[in-house]
């Protein structure tokens, strides 16, 4: 059964930096895309960054210049790099991996439980 679980979230105060990890498990033959959402109270979940196994990223308006993703396709993990973070970063971070193929299964779309990271002003 295929997992991802993240770490990395904690309490910043504005203007410091955080990394965000994940890492898929559970008899992983391939992933297409893995990256990074999130949701703040009130809000709809949003893209923040992924990458495709191709290597390109696409990210948020909001946090260019600001946020860095990588990924290492071989250990089925993605990490995100926060810098200059602001309040309104605050949110529940979720690690996504699209496009999945494991055992009987194509194409699946899972989530991570989430991680909460928090920035004071």
């Known amino acids: 059964q295929v997992q991802l679980v993240e770490s990395g979230g904690g309490l910043v105060q504005a203007g410091g930096s955080l990394r965000l990890s994940c890492a898929a498990s559970g008899g992983i033959f391939s992933i297409n895309t893995m990256g990074w959402y999130r949701q703040a109270p009130g809000n709809q979940r949003e893209l923040v960054a992924t990458m495709s196994t191709s290597g390109i990223a696409n990210y948020a308006d909001s946090v260019k210049g600001r946020f860095t993703i990588s990924r290492d396709i071989a250990k089925n993990t993605v990490d995100l790099q926060m810098n200059s973070l602001k309040p309104e970063d605050t949110a529940v971070y979720y690690c996504?991996?699209?496009?999945?193929?494991?055992?009987?299964?194509?194409?699946?779309?899972?989530w991570g439980k989430g991680t909460l990271v928090t920035v004071s002003s």
């Open positions: 996504a991996a699209e496009g999945v193929i494991a055992g009987p299964d194509y194409d699946m779309t899972y």
